[in-house]
């Protein structure tokens, strides 16, 4: 079964607004990092996290650190260039660094 | 930042034909994925490699082989291939745990099979 839930699948966004993205795990995980794909198809890095929570800008993603099943992105004050697929990937507690993809959000961000 | 860089970036092959997906990375990382992305699936994991030498199966290793001969370059092999295996195909390298690095992606290879 899948590893990771992210939520929601879809989401429009007017320009200036918050909102935010999230993943739940099936097991605990050891570290999370968020992904951006873009018109292109290039995979952007975000965030990398093995707990707490990191802000880059706009952006700020938080790994619970007590069980370590979930993570979130928010988005604060929404831009048109935001718009794109996100994805968070889990790495499992499993001898090898293998990560599980969440199936994605398409975030549309409107004027 | 480190580069990982992907050929080709586009690829039409026929059933049954050999296809051989090139990735190529120069910031001496350890590990190495070969992922594919299909509508639906997120991108899941078909082969990964510790170093030279060495190849393991991911999750959904079955009709692709995989092949590192140095630490810069890990292939994915598709010795038959099949229209199932059209998709997106992702190279990513790292250093985890070992540096605190996160994953590093190529551009991405389109296949498609006919």
């Known amino acids: 079964g899948d590893q990771v839930e992210q939520s929601p699948s879809a989401l429009s966004l007017h320009e200036g607004t918050d909102s935010a993205l999230r993943c739940n795990f099936t097991t605990t995980m050891r570290s999370v990092q968020w992904f951006r794909q873009n018109s292109r198809g290039s995979l952007i890095s975000l965030f990398y996290?093995?707990?707490?929570t990191k802000e880059n800008g706009r952006l700020k993603s938080a790994f619970d650190s007590k069980e370590r099943r979930y993570s979130t992105l928010h988005i604060r004050d929404a831009q048109l260039e935001d718009s794109g697929t996100y994805f968070c990937a889990a790495e499992a507690n499993t001898g090898y660094q293998n990560f599980y993809f969440g199936k994605g959000t398409s975030l549309t961000v409107i004027p | 930042e480190a580069a990982v860089t992907q050929s080709p970036r586009n690829k039409v092959a026929v059933t049954g034909g050999k296809v051989t997906l090139s990735c190529n990375q120069t910031n001496n990382h350890n590990n190495m994925y070969w992922y594919r992305q299909d509508t639906g699936h997120g991108l899941r994991l078909i082969h990964y490699s510790y170093g030279a030498g060495s190849t393991e199966k991911g999750d959904i290793p079955d009709g692709y082989k995989a092949s590192r001969p140095s630490q810069e370059n890990f292939s994915l092999i598709l010795e038959l291939a099949t229209p199932s295996q059209t998709s997106v195909y992702f190279c990513?390298?790292?250093?985890?745990?070992?540096?605190?690095?996160?994953?590093?992606f190529g551009h991405g290879t389109k296949l498609s099979v006919l």
């Open positions: 990513a390298s790292g250093d985890l745990p070992v540096s605190n690095e996160r994953l590093f």
């Open positions: 996290l093995a707990s707490g």
